[in-house]
């Protein structure tokens, strides 16, 4: 069996769970500390605790719900994971709301994934070990549909033309095929290459761009009118 995603093999993954309704924190929580990889670095009610407490525990993950009193979830990820955010958090934004407007703001706003709250404990812990381990946890489709829904708002009339990026030929035709949908595989076979040689392509892309995952990726190429 293949063992569990962790941030290491010693250390824990560090969680700081944030949600105002005190039973849904506290079986999150109980949920969380029951596992020998992951650990609860604190919990809080709102959206201002949660970016004040990070700065003082620097958990691994926030688990972040959207709606919130005195600072929602939404501009609470933006402080903790958004641009220009000089030690940036990763958050794994966590709400009762199925809705594209939420998910995509989330996004935006330096979030790594999404989950609903009625999803399984068995998702919820495999969501916190993908974003611990620094990927993205929405699938590649889910989020192309997402962010090119709201393609229009998130590029600049002054987009950035294809030749001024930091990419070669090669390297912008896989972004391009990553903000379509496609995973490593498909990327690979449309390709044909390996796997392992998509993998490279996207560290190198990541790393130039300074970008954290998949996620930031497909934002960025819509962002920079690679893809409509």
């Known amino acids: 069996m293949t063992p569990p ?4 093999a010693t250390a824990p993954i560090r969680v700081l769970v944030c949600d105002d309704q005190v039973l849904i924190r506290t079986g999150l929580v109980t949920i969380i500390d029951a596992q020998p990889d992951l650990e609860v670095a604190g919990e809080c009610g709102d959206g201002r605790a949660a970016v004040d407490l990070a700065a003082r525990v620097r958990p691994d993950v926030v688990v972040m719900d959207v709606r919130m009193p005195v600072l929602d979830g939404i501009e609470a990820t933006r402080l903790l994971a958004g641009a220009g955010v000089p030690h940036p958090v990763k958050v794994l934004v966590v709400t009762t709301f199925n809705l594209d407007e939420y998910v995509y703001e989330a996004l935006r706003a330096g979030a790594s994934g999404f989950l609903l709250k009625d999803a399984p404990p068995a998702q919820l812990l495999h969501g916190i070990r993908t974003v611990g381990a620094g990927a993205a946890l929405l699938d590649p489709e889910v989020t192309r549909r997402l962010v090119g829904r709201y393609a229009a708002r998130i590029r600049p009339a002054d987009s950035t033309a294809p030749q001024d990026i930091p990419l070669t030929p090669r390297e912008l035709e896989v972004l391009r ?3 379509n949908g496609l995973s490593n595989s498909e990327i690979a076979a ?5 796997p392992e040689t998509v993998k490279t392509f996207v560290s190198r892309i990541l790393a ?4 954290r995952d998949r996620v930031q990726a497909v934002v960025y190429a ?6 409509t």
């Open 208 to 211: 130039k761009l300074n970008l």
């Open 190 to 194: 449309t390709l044909v290459i390996s």
């Open 5 to 8: 995603v962790t941030a290491s």
């Open 222 to 227: 819509y962002r920079q009118g690679l893809v």
């Open 177 to 179: 095929l990553i903000a």
